[in-house]
């Protein structure tokens, strides 16, 4: 479940599952089947996001609050994910049960009790850390990286309550009727997944962020999961002269986001990089930029593959999402990002602690002025664009689906001994 780049290393992984022999189904939202079938997938339906969830992620108070990030934020929305959570539940069970192993997304949770029903092996993946550490707070909750060990603890502990308790009355209603099994006790779900030492894969890379000295050794972070472009793909004669036209642009795209004034953000950007100095490429995306009539340095695009753009590019800006952060990072440039709400606060603040960036601006504070002084900071400061280098080196140097693949096929292989 999610969007785009929420669903993108998920297919990541099934190719590679499916190149090691493996026959993979993949289980998403209706408006993913198209995508998932041409990356040469089985795809199987699990429903649709209802128009008042799409309604609910357009919040029109934006300007002033983080989505679903924070305290009230994810109260918010696990509020919102109950109200499809039947549907989800019971379309799961539909396409599922002919399954021999079950890979679970945060938000896919079905997965795990239809894997205990059907007696197989289950694996939890995720593109976040989720896992409760002293290390560093819940990505979700807070992007505070100067909490003390227990409030960080917390922050991770609260979000799980959270989803469970709120949760907790249908999932064991449906684990009863329609799975026949026992109900969970009211510490949840996850201290069960625990117990049950229930291995959990993360999709991002240690150069990034540490594996905490507190994660047990069945939680293990892989790399990223990068879904590079289709083979056959061949990039727009109107970008590839726009690129050959000038000193590299600085690409400005902010994915699956929308802006409730989507004219006045591109205005923004595009004064800003005028104010900057800089050529740009605007991606338009679900609804963040408009297609504006723009000056000659500037370029707006529909859709373009990161892993072939963003190498091209002098900075990247957006909005912070895991997938396209790990596509900056991996490119070798710095990046910028403007943080809308959700997890991407946290990978903003981390990419500036990493020194391969900008300070993050909020959405709700970004004006032309602060965004032109960083895209300046980021294209001029030596420091940034070496460590961006060194880093980008280093996560291209990493296979993390080979690395899933093989815990996977070992586990697998583990389980089916004990088997027979």
């Keep these: 479940m999610g969007t785009r780049g929420d669903v993108q290393p998920y297919v990541a992984l099934g190719l590679g599952l499916q190149k090691a022999g493996y026959q993979v189904k993949l289980a998403s939202l209706d408006i993913f089947q198209e995508f998932i079938i041409s990356r040469g997938l089985n795809f199987a339906p699990v429903g649709s996001i209802p128009q008042k969830l799409s309604q609910k992620s357009q919040n029109k108070n934006h300007t002033k609050n983080l989505k679903f990030h924070g305290l009230f934020g994810r109260v918010i929305w696990w509020i919102v994910y109950r109200s499809i959570l039947e549907t989800f539940m019971a379309n799961s069970w539909n396409v599922c049960q002919d399954a021999e192993a079950i890979i679970y997304s945060r938000l896919a949770l079905p997965g795990y009790h239809i894997a205990e029903k059907l007696g197989i092996p289950c694996y939890a993946a995720y593109t976040n850390p989720l896992i409760p550490t002293c290390a560093f707070p819940n990505p979700l909750m807070t992007s505070d990286f100067n909490l003390n060990g227990s409030l960080n603890r917390l922050s991770h502990i609260y979000e799980e309550q959270l989803f469970w308790q709120f949760s907790r009355n249908k999932i064991n209603k449906w684990r009863q009727e329609t799975l026949n099994l026992p109900p969970l006790p009211i510490t949840g779900f996850y201290s069960r997944q625990e117990k049950q030492q229930i291995p959990i894969l993360h999709c991002y890379s240690e150069s990034v962020l540490p594996k905490p000295i507190d994660w047990s050794d069945r939680v293990e972070v892989t790399g990223y999961w990068f879904l590079d472009r289709p083979s056959n ?174 815990i996977i096929n070992r586990q697998l292989t583990i389980s089916h001994s004990l088997n027979h």
């Design 233 to 406: 793909w061949q990039p727009p004669a109107e970008l590839v002269n726009f690129l050959e036209s000038g000193s590299p642009p600085v690409y400005i795209g902010f994915g699956s986001m929308k802006d409730t004034n989507p004219e006045a953000l591109t205005k923004l950007v595009v004064a800003a990089l005028a104010q900057s100095g800089q050529r740009g490429i605007l991606l338009t995306g679900w609804g963040g930029i408009s297609e504006l009539d723009v000056p000659d340095h500037v370029l707006v695009v529909k859709s373009v593959p990161h892993d072939w753009l963003f190498p091209q590019m002098a900075a990247v800006v957006h909005h912070g999402g895991a997938g396209t952060t790990s596509a900056g990072l991996r490119a070798g440039v710095p990046s910028i990002i403007i943080p809308f709400g959700a997890d991407q606060p946290f990978w903003g603040k981390r990419v500036f602690q990493l020194g391969v960036g900008a300070e993050p601006i909020p959405r709700k504070d970004l004006t032309v002025e602060k965004l032109a002084t960083a895209i300046k900071t980021v294209t001029s400061d030596e420091k940034i664009k070496t460590n961006a280098r060194i880093l980008g080196e280093k996560i291209r140097s990493e296979n993390g689906v080979a690395n899933a693949v093989e």
